[in-house]
């Protein structure tokens, strides 16, 4: 046995675990199950980072450990393999995009198997495989065929609702459909023209074909998400980005709005994602009217939540997007408000949410009439209103709102004060009901207020009580090349679903990934972009889906990723059910988190999935943050101080590349080739060393703050960087990487190593009876071990091992009932150098396959207690006695000891105070 050769260990374990399959789950009902999971990676051409693979390590070590105990584990990889990233650099190369994401796959791969984790490889997916999203397209097509039952509360297949549309039309269906569906009855159903049937069952569809207000980026050519742009420009490119309405497919996401919110309550997820979750959803109880505009046809619809503040009504704002804002535009007020509104509704909506203090307006010149006391009211353009989000227009209470408040006093309007007893300053806590000026609500309390507002509009019918979610319908296709193609072709301008017997609809081949001179999206570049049926060809819908299509359901895939007839069998759904663990970033709570919750909602209504949850828990892990390193260059010069010194010259700090630098000192020749510039610097040096400054920073490559886990893994080897990542601090927390810190790690190893060692290096391992101490070092880590597994708490689980193998190294320790289950307790963590001792155990299966042991509470119960003897207050002596020994019993062993009797000199005590298993004081 030599010393410990991670290199070739590493290897040979990973190998090992690759070819005999060790990973590979298999339904096994007499087994429990456990389903971890990571959220899915998009490879990315830089490969990973330090910090990438935090959450990873964790979720291996808890699949290891559940491996120890008994579960059937499904540990899966795959890829996020469709996006704009691959596309880009096609634009830019001509390179098809299939060839960059194989490259960045394969490079990713790599990385990943050499940090030895668990996954089963065998059920790998990837999103832009179309044997993958053969199975999106299929979803989608269910999605089509489907609509929502508002009053059973689940999605049902289309054809049901045809039936009742053909039997008494549609007055008496309670289903998710566009605001603007007419009633009709079953004669005209039965009249309609096949296009008129299409057209109103797109109405109800969940999946569906409408005029949508969206970020449309003409550089990139394509519709941006909001999350894609930031102050008007793309976050990819940085180019400018409008909003513009066009025909896009967006999915009725809101029609599960409540279940959405009332099933967070199902999950344990960290309550941070849970608020923003609901917050996205946004509930809203309140009340829907309209507003009739002075001297025109022209109704304003608006919700609010406080329709018994009608009477404090100032102003009403609409969106800058609403066809209503340009139609209500006097020829008096036209430049002025065209000019603000071809400003303001280019700005995305995420920027004018976010964006609170800035208040900007126009003055429409057209006035609405309150029904409830006939006061004009002047109609104003306002960004803070959004067309996306509940009407598009707001009915102003600045005595009730601080934004409306604002922006009434900002323009000069006289605001209508409804708070008995406000003056000018309005107290914008604890408003109360409203008093003054309130007509038949004066005096109510608001829930009685509301009511009697509410029963006033539906007896005038000019409005209803209603609940309103902020959450909109999911824009669902991209004007781009690289994403799965949707499965529908058009006749006579209306979507039918090709056949399911075509999918999958592959890709085609395009001379170029830019949109066409015409400005259809890339597919449109096509040589036979069309369907072929008995009627004849038709052209295919030429956008595609966007990046969270095949991210929405990709975790059923896993359970039965060959299975060419079915996205997912009966058996392994059933089996597998749902993911137990959910290892992931809080950035995707709003989007992938909830599409994913919304098409597992759709599939169990279907009959497709037995859960209505797809994630049981979740654990969001904290960001690695990069510990930047810096040189100080002497101004004008191409000298360089060491850190200590540069205060003693006039010195500009510079990042330096990390990799250069062990324990704060440059490397300096690698510093000098670095660049041409610094090929003949000088240093300034501090005791022979140049020594650099630190920072934590993000970790980015621009602050030369980047590193790469194989140069960590190459230098201290891949158990080395898994112990370090979870001993860097609790998992959900952000922490610095530290390089300095990790020899202390790699240090352990070789410690845990020599255990196994005679003095000569040998191995050796004896079957002699262990002590009382060795026993108790043991399985006092044990029982810390499991304790942290339950609470995800790696980090302590860390340090337990190595005070573990401190204490059994001072002991020389080297017997088999203590290193064996050592070996298998630290297996999950460091896998490789486990595999390693438990095959030099004499085992011939992997360490994958023992049990993790059980602590036994009688080697923790301590049977003595070493107490300290004080005499006069002073403490002289350390008196090791048994726990079972009385007061009288420790007060006579304590007054025979040799060193009492020396400080006693003869003197009797006139006093001697036991506390049993504490102290002994002794007062002379």
């Known amino acids: 046995m030599a010393d410990y050769n991670f290199q070739e260990i590493e290897k040979k374990w990973q190998d090992y675990w690759d070819s005999a399959q060790v990973f590979n789950a ?9 389903y971890s999971l990571d959220m899915f990676p998009y490879p990315s051409g830089s490969g990973l980072h330090v910090g990438h693979p935090l959450g990873y390590i964790a979720s291996d070590i808890v699949t290891r450990y559940k491996r120890l105990q008994g579960f059937n584990v499904l540990h899966p990889m795959g890829y996020d393999s469709f996006g704009l990233p691959a596309e880009q650099y096609a634009i830019q190369t001509g390179q098809h995009p299939a060839i960059t994401t194989e490259e960045n796959i394969k490079r990713y791969a790599e990385q990943l198997k050499n940090i030895g984790f668990a996954f089963d490889w065998d059920k790998e997916v990837r999103t832009s495989d ?13 999605l089509f065929d489907s609509y929502y039952d508002k009053s059973e509360e689940k999605a049902k297949d289309i054809q049901e609702l045809v039936s009742i549309f053909e039997k008494e039309g549609n007055a008496q269906v309670n289903a998710a459909c566009d ?6 009855s079953a004669d005209d159903w039965k009249g309609f023209s096949e296009k008129e049937q ?3 069952l797109l109405q109800y569809r969940l999946t569906y074909l409408a005029e949508t207000t969206v970020n449309w980026c003409p550089a990139l050519g394509t519709v941006l998400s909001n999350d894609e742009v930031k102050d008007g420009f793309s976050e990819r490119g940085g180019h400018p980005v409008e909003r513009k309405k066009m025909m896009q497919w967006s999915m009725r996401i809101t029609a599960f709005a409540e279940r959405l919110l009332q099933d967070l309550e199902k999950v344990d997820w960290p309550e941070p994602i849970k608020e923003m979750q609901r917050n996205w959803i946004g509930r809203s109880t309140g009340a829907e009217m309209v507003f009739q505009v002075k001297n025109r046809d022209t109704k304003i619809k608006v919700f609010t939540t406080r329709i018994d503040t009608i009477y404090g009504v100032t102003y009403l704002a609409l969106a800058p997007e609403s066809e209503l804002a340009t139609e209500l535009i006097t020829d008096d007020q036209r430049e002025e408000a065209e000019a603000y509104i071809e400003v303001a509704k280019n700005r995305s909506e995420r920027d004018r949410m976010s964006d609170v203090k800035t208040i900007s307006g126009a003055f429409t010149g057209s006035y609405a009439i309150n029904p409830f006391n006939g006061e004009e009211i002047p109609i104003w353009v306002a960004d803070y209103v959004l067309a996306g989000y509940g009407t598009g227009a707001v009915m102003a209470v600045p005595a009730h709102d601080d934004r409306d408040y604002r922006y009434a006093k900002h323009f000069g309007m006289e605001i209508r004060q409804v708070l008995e007893g406000s003056k000018d300053d309005i ?23 509301m009511a009697k507002a509410i029963e006033f509009l539906e007896t005038e019918k000019i409005g209803k009580g209603k609940i309103q979610y902020r959450m909109r319908d999911a824009i669902f296709t991209r004007q781009r090349y690289w994403g799965e193609p949707l499965p529908v072709y058009f006749k006579d301008d209306v979507p039918y679903l090709i056949d399911e017997k075509d999918l999958p609809l592959v890709l085609p081949e395009v001379d170029k990934y830019l949109p066409t001179e015409d400005g259809e999206p890339p597919l449109g570049r096509a040589t036979d972009w069309t369907y072929k049926t008995e009627e004849g060809e038709f052209p295919l819908e030429l956008s595609t889906m966007p990046g969270w299509a095949g991210s929405s359901w990709y975790f059923f895939r896993y359970m039965d990723a060959h299975n060419d007839k079915e996205f997912v069998s009966k058996e392994a759904q059933e089996y597998w059910e749902a993911v137990d663990l959910y290892i992931g970033g809080s950035e995707h709570a709003t989007g992938h988190l909830l599409y994913s919750r919304f098409w597992t909602k759709f599939l169990h209504d279907r009959g497709y999935v037995n859960v209505v949850e797809p994630f049981k828990k979740m654990i969001n892990q904290g960001m690695i943050q990069g510990r930047s390193n810096f040189v100080y260059r002497v101004k004008g010069s191409n000298k360089f101080v060491s850190y200590g010194l540069r205060n003693d010259y006039d010195t500009a700090e510079m990042h330096v590349d990390v990799n250069m630098v062990h324990n704060d000192v440059l490397d300096l020749e690698a510093f000098k080739a670095w660049r041409p510039d610094l ?14 400054g630190a920072e934590v920073e993000k970790m980015s490559k621009s602050k030369y703050n980047v590193v790469n886990p194989d140069d960590i893994i190459d230098r201290y080897g891949a158990d080395t960087l898994r112990l370090y990542e979870m001993f860097l601090g609790p998992l959900e927390q952000f922490k610095p990487w530290n390089t300095n810190g990790i020899d202390g790690v790699s240090k352990f190893l070789k410690k845990l190593w020599r255990l196994f060692q005679d003095k000569k290096g040998n191995f050796s391992v004896s079957d002699e009876k262990p002590s009382q101490k060795e026993l108790k070092a043991l399985h006092k880590t044990i029982k810390k071990v499991e304790e942290d597994m339950n609470n995800y708490a790696f980090n302590t689980s860390v340090s337990s091992f190595m005070i573990c193998v401190n204490e059994l190294s001072s002991l020389k320790c080297n017997k088999r009932a203590i290193l064996e289950p050592l070996t298998v307790i630290i297996s999950p963590f460091a896998p490789h150098i486990a595999e390693e001792l438990w095959s030099l155990l004499g085992h011939e299966q992997s360490v994958i396959e023992a049990v993790f042991p059980k602590y036994k509470e009688e080697y923790l119960t301590e049977d003595a207690h070493e107490y300290p003897v004080s005499i006069n207050g002073k403490m002289r002596t350390k008196l090791p006695l048994s726990l079972s020994l009385n007061k009288q019993e420790i007060e006579e062993a304590a007054l025979e000891d040799a060193t009492v009797a020396k400080w006693l ?3 009797s005590p006139k006093k001697v105070i036991v506390v049993p298993g504490k102290i002994v004081n002794i007062v002379v």
């Open 26 to 34: 298999k339904i096994d009902p007499k087994k429990p199950k456990f």
């Open 130 to 142: 179309p044997s993958y999203y053969k199975w999106t397209q299929w979803i989608f097509m269910q």
């Open 179 to 184: 605001e603007d569906t007419e009633i009709f």
């Open 198 to 200: 299409q057209q109103v």
């Open 427 to 449: 107290p914008f806590d604890g408003w109360g009901a409203t008093a003054m000026n309130s007509d038949f609500l004066d005096g109510l309390p608001m829930e009685e207020a």
């Open 679 to 692: 090929a003949e610097a000088e240093f300034v040096l501090e005791d022979g060393k140049y020594i650099c």
């Open 905 to 907: 000199d003869g003197k």
